[in-house]
């Protein structure tokens, strides 16, 4: 029987080369721009504040919903957004700052890199008096609830009531003495006490006068 010559095995060990060689080339000259979750992505978080607002009516509401990390993406490569419901309402008020409702009341106050997504509406009346929810659109939808109440202003805006005058009857005024002055700034019961004394001063000196003129004759 003849041997078996190595040419004949070529075919096999070119075969088993070519899968080594096509191993180390995955291992070691793969791309490396995959999405692999090596650091998960921080998730988003509401910031705390008030979640009851009261306000009067046709004042502007501002409901106030601040997140934190909204800038981070979810796990396909999507942005976070959120948006505002009413709770008596399945239809979103808004999504981002664009407004999904007919009423032109409302309006998304989002300034330049704010954590703040607030809700505005104008004029408000009683009638928006709810249950407003701020949303995340993570994949359990982060919810934060915030109350607005809306005060009615014939009932709670009274105008200051003006102080009562009580008037006095003509008979029960009191009666004020007045003095009338001369234009030396002297009463009235002055100058008659001046005029007293100089009458008995002249009639004095008119006695003495005459006394004296009767001596000397």
Partial sequence: MRPTSLWEYLPNWTLLIFNILLLFGKVFCSPRDHNYDYYPSPRPTFLSGETNFTFHKGDTATLRCGVMDLGTKTSDGRPYVVSWRRDSSLQPLAIGEMIFSSNTDYKIHHPDKSPYWN???????????????????????????????????????????????????????????????????????????????????????????????HDAS
């Fill in 119 to 213: 809700l505005l509406i104008k004029n408000v009346q009683p009638k928006h008096a709810d249950t407003y929810e701020c949303q995340i659109s993570t994949s359990d939808k982060m919810k934060r609830r915030v109350y607005l109440n809306v005060l009615d202003d014939d009932t709670f805006r009274k105008p200051a009531e003006k102080p009562k005058i009580k008037r006095v009857p003509e008979d029960e005024k009191p009666q004020a003495t007045i003095y009338k002055g001369n234009s030396n700034g002297c009463s009235r019961k002055q100058n008659e006490y001046s005029h007293k004394l100089l009458l008995v001063t002249s009639t004095l000196f008119v006695v003495y006068l005459m006394l004296w003129s």
